[in-house]
Each structure stands twice: as C-alpha cells, then as structure tokens.
C-alpha cells in the first residue's frame, strides 16, 4: 500500500494519462460546429427480412473475403484488414442523397469500439461491457442480445474504458472476448452460449478489449492490463471445441520457473531485474493479423509494465518483446520473426495499433509488406516474410528519436528524453500518434488514411514506487510534472488530423487537421469515397484522393469505432458503431461543438435514407453544490488526491468527457453518500469500486471539498454563499 504526502504538484493532475488528456485541451481551442441538429422523427422500422442468424462463415469463405463484397465478415473486412470496400453505388456523384436508414439504441454511455461485422444480411456488433448484439442489416431489428454479465468492479481494471472492439464469425457461431477475460462462442442463431473459456488467471487485473480473430479453424485473442501489471500472451483455441491450441507469451516470465521456449530465453537476455514482479506488460490488445500466404499471425504487442524503464528493468535493456511486432506460426505458435519498435519502450508506445497487410512495389520489386502507424510516430513498412525493415518516417511530431537507422533497424534515442526522476516533455505522449481507432489503405489510390494525433507528457520515474495489486502502476512520480502551461513550445505541437500518407514514398500527401484528439476509424471504398466518424460528432465522407468534404451529418455523439460497408438486397449500406467514450473521454476531452450526448447507438446509412435521430433531451436540472467549508490546503490536497486516483476515470480537472458522472454535477443525496460511495464501495456493482485501499477518510474528504470548490468555480453567482474559511 502506498499512501504519501508530499509537496503538492502545482496541477495535482497525476494520473497518468489524465495529464496527457489536459495537455492536449490546453492547447486546443473550441472546434467548429459541425451544424444543425437533427429533427424528430420515427425510429427504426420493423423488419421485413427475417434473415437466419446463421454467421456461415468457413475458411474458404473467409480466404475469399475479398470477393465477397455483400459482406463485412471478418475484423479488417478481410485478412488483410485494409478496411476497403469494392462496393460502388455509393460514389461522388449521388453521395448527396446519403441518408440515416436505420439506428439502434445501444443503452450506454460508455465507450463504443467495434467495428461490426455483417454476414448475410445480418450485422454483429458489440458494445460496452462486452455485450453482443445481432440486428437485421437491411432494417437495424434486433435479433438477439447476449450479455456474458460482466462484473462490473472490473470496470476499475480497464485503463481506457470499459470497451469492445467487435467480434469474429466463424461456423454458425459469433465469438467474443469479455472484458474479464473471458472468451465466449455464440450460437449465431439463437444468441445463446455454447462454451465459454477462461483465458485469464483472474486474480490478476487482465482485461480483453480486443476482437477475437478466426484463423485456419483457430479463434485467437490476446488481453490488455500492462498498466495494472500484468504479463501478455494471445491464446488460440479450437473454434469449434474451445481446447486451447496454444498460448505465445510476448514477455518472459519469471525465470525460476523456467522458460516456455527458447525464443523467451533469449528474450529474457534483455531484461534486468526482477521484471516479472510487475507483469512485464506487452499485452496483445488489439491487432491480431493473419497471413494466409505465409501461414503468420502477426501480433501488435504492448508496452512495458510499469512505464518507467527504471523500475520495470534496472539497467535498461530493449525487453523483447515490448513494442514491437511479432509473426508466430498461425498453426503453432511458434516464433518465426519480430521487429523491436520502441526498444526498451518507456512512454507507454504500445504496438497494438492496425497492422495492415498489403502487397507494394518498392524499389521495382513486389514486396509482401505491413505496414504500421503505432503510438510512437513512426510509420513502419517492413516485409512481412521476414520482418525486414523497409522504411520507417515520422508522421506526427516525435522528440523522442530523431530517426531510425535503416542499417540497424533501431530508433536514434534522443538522449535528453529518457528521462529520471526530473520530469522530461516527451512527444508523442501516452496517448500517442495513433491508437486502436483503425486505418484504412485503399489499393486505388495508394494511401494510408491514419486518425492521427499528438500531444507531449512529462514523464518522470517515481523514485517512491511500489506496485499495489490491483491499481494502475505506472512508475509515475505523482510529484514530477511541470504545472500546465499552454505555452510550453511542446504543448504547442499538439495536433489531431486526419493524415493521407504515401507507403511507398514515405511521406503525407495531404491532412485534414482536427481539434481534439480521438477521432475514429478510418473505410476506404472503390469509389473514391473515405469515410470517418469525429469526436466532434460529425459522421463525414471525403475524396479519398485529396481529402475534399463530399458529405457530413451531425450524429449527437463522439464517433470512434471504424465504419464498415456492406449491401443487402442491391442497396449498399455505410454503417458504425458510434458512442463517444474510451480513454480520451475518460481524461476528459469532450465531444466538441453540438455533440452533447455520449450514447451509444449503431447507425447505418444508404442513399435515400430518411430517418432522423430523436432530439437531444434538455440536461437535467442540477442541485446546488454545497457550500465550502475546508481549507485552501484542504482543497489543494483534494486536487492532488483526485489528481492520483480519480481523474483517470472522471477527467482531468473534474470535467467529465462525458462517459462517466461528472462529480461537479452530483445531486444533494450523492454528496451525502459522498463517503460510502468512495469510501464504503456503495456503488461497486456499477462501476466505481470503493478506493479505501488507497484513499484515507481525510484524504477523502480533501476530495469532496476540491470537488466542491470545482462546482463552485463551474457555476459562479448562482452557487449559495460560502461561510468564512476556518
Ligand atoms: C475506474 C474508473 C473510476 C475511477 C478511477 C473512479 N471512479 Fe468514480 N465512478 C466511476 C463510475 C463508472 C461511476 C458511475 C457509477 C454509477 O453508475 O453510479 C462513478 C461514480 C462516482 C460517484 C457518484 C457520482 C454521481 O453523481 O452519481 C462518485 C461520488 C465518485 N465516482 C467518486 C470518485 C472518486 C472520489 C474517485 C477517486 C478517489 C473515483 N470516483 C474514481 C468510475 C470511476
């Protein structure tokens, strides 16, 4: 247990990624308003096509994906994961009339990640907390809803939000990775279970957001929680049984115990200390890419545990396999190559992100390549038979490394960045360049659409650290960052964009700049169309070949999972699963200009549509904040505290993105609950477990007063008058 007092920070914004979030607004003005919001009208209309729920779905098929244009039947659309349609109908010249065909209430205000899939007329998604649904693609019907009944106290392991990114199909059954670890398989007709495994020892803090893959008759998944201090691995499981095939570790563990394989007795060569203590990290949580021509799974692994290099490995070393992507035997496991991006990662630079397949003439030769945009600034392109470097260029602002040495395949460290216990600016920050929010690569123009953004962080090691089980523990020195100031030159860096980029020439070819972080997923079509949600709640399409705006439509929320395309009975749908939330949302960057409502819902669109949303409800009234009788010390120990335990779910300064309560806004009865809420765990099954373990009553109750002062400060004249500071 680590309780401390100390020098208070002059921010008092500690929480990891909390600050990044706060460096980011600071330097972001208002976005524009994306227009006016949509009338009234009638919701979606009965099904007329009764299609089976069947998810037909066999390795031919999935091989053959490409051609299968109707469909959208695995996580990237195909193996390659391009995320491109060949669908046309929708193009420039009638993009125009592109309207709402249907929408469907997901009932959440957290998080929506997925990227559906539709097969044969029906669409599979997920939403928050893990839950599946199956609606009519043609009509948005719900067929069934699964809900495997997540606990909710696991919401407090989920570092970003308590997300899905979508499922995989495969045999007549829909298959999903919950976010305590579990993997289930899902009758696709009937949306009953039928088996569950447990990938997870769920003592530990593992979490699955990810989307299961489906590779030769294999369903594969891998799990996040570095942050929490955890150990990654992707387990294959028989698709039809559930039997484990085999588990690839991306650390090693501890050594007493002996090594799985050679590969991670080599790996262990470059760690020191008594890594394994803390997990090691480099949990697999998102990109899993099969290579059917080369029998490879690729896997995008994440960054280290805890952050600090120091701490998690005393002495340095590149700690394999951090960072980096790794190709194993799709069938075994087996290692068979990995290319080290960040070596010795320690800015949170996970390698999650897209991996996108693709075959590239460089140099006059054909080369079989993925390409890669991760959290580290660098757009990678390395051959995929051998893990060969091809090139490697910044794409956003990077101090941490000046280039990579195409002789060594390494970064050149900027020395200055790693950082000690003085804290250092270091671009990008742990938000990153680029997160799960998927790229799309179209083959007709040649480019690479990345959601793009960058922010600094001041990173510094916590000289005090100890790990406590269960808790984010990142190594951070809660006392280490400099007081936020929007004119720092780094913080002046800070951009999100929409970025067009040339693999083959590496380098952008045009952006589309944006003003908050966190926009989504990025679809690419044969006919020139790109399609994008925004955090600021437009849903828009551009020309795919210079970025012109062809379409936009305000849709009430955040958007950030990628959109797909499909058709159903001739007529071509764009569809997503939009719903503001994750990680930026939860540090608190809210929805801006006309997107005030963070709910989830799918929405799909076909040319002609004519459905409107329903009108935003007017916010409710709000009770007064009580009057504030603590200290001016009191408050700025409360700051720090919320700053360390509570701004990573409730944002940054106490202002909500949107997601999760806004504690300057709760009621009168919630302020008398204050304690056994925080305290006494009142509200576990919800979400918000108790922080007794890290939080002492006074501390808490410097916490309600911050808090408070915080609503006081939001609401001004009308707040009640305050009686003499003691
Ligand atoms: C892991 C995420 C997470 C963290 C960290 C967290 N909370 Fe929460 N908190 C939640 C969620 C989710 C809810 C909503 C629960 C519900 O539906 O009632 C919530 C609700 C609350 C509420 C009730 C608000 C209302 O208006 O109903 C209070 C008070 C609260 N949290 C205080 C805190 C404090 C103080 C801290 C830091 C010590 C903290 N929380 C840290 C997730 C979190």
Known sequence: MVLRSGPVAATGLVGGWALAGALFIAGCGPSPSPGKAAAPAAGPSPSTNAAAARANVDAARLLAADVD?????????????????????????????LGLAWYYDLGTTRGVEATPLVVDGVMYTTSAWSIVYALDAKTGKELWVYDPKVPKRWGQYACCDVVNRGVAVWGGKVYVGTLDGRLDAIDAATGKLVWEKLTVDQSLPYTITGAPRVVNGKVVIGNGGAEYGVRGYVTAYDAATGDQVWRFYTVPGDPAKGFETKELEMAAKTWHGEWWKGGGGGTPWDALVFDPELDLLYIGTGNGAPWAREIRSPGGGDNLFLSSIVAVNADTGAYVWHYQETPGEAWDYTATQSLVLATLELDGRERRVIMHAPKNGFFYVLDRATGELLSAEKFVPVNWASRVDMKTGRPVEVPETVYHEKSVMVLPGPLGAHSWNPMAYSPLTGLVYIPAHSSGYPYSTDPLFEHVEGRPNLGMNPNGGPPLNAQDPIISTNMAALIAWDPRAAKEVWRIDYLSPGSGGVLATASNLLVEGLVDGRFVIYRATDGKLLWQMPVQTGVMGGPISYSVDGDQYIAVSA?????????????????????????????????????????????????????????????????????????????SGGSTPDLRHMSSATHAEFDSIVLGGSRADRGMVSFSDVVTPADAEAVHAYLIKRARDERGPQSPPTPPTP
């Open 579 to 655: 719903g503001w939330g994750g990680i930026n949302s939860l540090v608190g960057v809210r929805p801006q200009g006309g997107a005030p409502l963070a709910q989830g819902r799918v929405l799909a669109f076909k040319l002609g549509g004519t459905v409107t949303l329903p009108p935003v409800p007017p916010p409710a009234p709000l009770d007064p904040p009580p009057p504030l009788t603590a200290s001016a010390d009191t408050v700025a120990r409360g700051s720090f505290v919320y700053g360390q335990h509570c701004a990573i779910c409730h944002g940054v300064g106490a202002v």
């Open 69 to 97: 244009q109707q469909n959208w039947l695995t996580h990237g659309r195909t193996y390659s994961e391009q995320r491109f349609s060949p669908l046309k109908s929708i193009d420039e010249s009638n993009v125009f009339r």
